[in-house]
């Protein structure tokens, strides 16, 4: 096939009608993609509404402190703190994530913690927000989670959750459940620490 | 375009040829997301802002697109659409964005769109190839939404969100009342369909031979016996 020949065929027609549609599709897409760009202070902004229920204002934490002395606790053995916002009604907001799920999997929370006066209150509201490998996650009740909520007594007493009901641990369990149930209690019990031993005695700001 | 080919064309979307409940197509989300009403609509004027693009596009450059890489087109042309819903969706509608969920990018394959792009907008002139997409999406929006109004109002007793009393049969919210109530309306949809046929046949029948007093049955077959006798 010489090259007049290749230019007259077909195929010649396809790689272009494909390479044109391609292309114009690729620069729309490009063009539209910086109009509705969402920002990552919008996307925040919005989580917080959706988990709040109020659109309020708020500041991020640096979870590590400044120069990480608070590493040991955003990153504690029950996983890990992946970010903290102090809103401006006195209250915290905790992104939390449990390890030690299904097959190794992980559950990440947000958590609301209650302050006043800057004392720690207990929890007010427990939002699942994405997991991995955990395949039960649908079996959870809203009962499971407001165990959380509706035990601060036992948070303030310093007690934590988990499986079995021994040595200050308040059993939380999905039956059926138990790995993910456990990443969930894990996820909580990591917001605890971070709470009780940096944002109750003032650490970040 | 004559009036009767608007006609045909809105009843053949709407009715004749509702993609949900008279040829079955996009099951996925009908099944998955008609859990309330809101999400029927939303899901629906998704599906039917695709529809009018992709067949109004598809429709211009019919006759450009060679025919070996005709699919692979199309389905170029629907995945940029759908990406411009998600995107305007993600932007302005945050909360049916997260609502509708994997099933949003999923209308790239959905087998209304590609089906209509391939048996109608690519043979078709660009008017009736806009029509019959809004028109087959109008379709498919009220059959979700109808969907969804039921399984809402028995579900979790509220409709678009309004709730109406606190009696709930939670099986409609499950993935197995989803079957149930889909399988129930496509009955009563298809014997309502048959029973207007028929009465619309009944007619023409008695208009063609008045002196003929004859219970007509359902099917082609009888009637053209009757027919035949009645010549």
Known sequence: ?205 | MTGKKFKNISMDGLFRNNPTLRLVLGTCPTLALTTSAMNGIGMGLAVTFILLCSNTLISLLRKVIPNEVRIPSFVLIIATFVTIVRMVMEKFIPDLYSALGVYLPLIVVNCIILGRAESFASKNPVLDSSLDGIFTGLGFTWALTMIGAIREILGSGSIFGLELWSFKIEFFTSAAGAFFTYGVVIALFNGLFASIENRKRRKEFKLLYPSYEVDLPNKDKSENKIAKEAK
């Not at chain 1, 096939?1 to 009608?17: D, G, H, P, R, Y």
């Open chain 1, 1 to 205: 096939m010489t090259v007049k020949q290749f230019f007259k065929s077909t195929a010649f027609k396809c790689i272009l009608v494909l390479t044109c549609i391609a292309l114009v599709a690729g620069g729309l897409l490009a063009i539209l993609n910086d109009v509705l760009y969402i920002s990552p202070e919008e996307r925040t902004q919005r989580a917080i509404k959706k988990i709040y229920g109020k659109e309020v204002g708020f500041t991020e934490l640096n979870v590590a402190g400044e120069n990480g002395e608070y590493a040991q606790f955003s990153s504690n053995q029950y996983g890990n703190i992946d970010n903290a916002f102090k809103l401006e009604d006195g209250n915290y907001l905790i992104k939390s994530t449990g390890t030690e799920g299904y097959k190794g999997g992980s559950v990440t929370m947000w958590i609301v913690a209650k302050f006043q006066d800057g004392q720690f209150q207990g929890l007010d509201k427990v939002i699942v927000e994405g997991y991995e490998k955990q395949t039960l996650m649908s079996n959870f009740k809203a009962s499971f989670y407001e165990v959380y909520t509706s035990n601060n007594d036992h948070i303030l007493g310093g007690g934590m959750f988990g499986n079995a009901s021994s040595d200050g641990v308040m059993g939380n369990l999905t039956s059926g459940a138990t790995f993910s149930s456990n990443a969930v209690n894990r996820s909580i019990n990591c917001a605890l620490v971070y709470i009780r031993n940096v944002l109750a005695t003032g650490g970040v700001q």
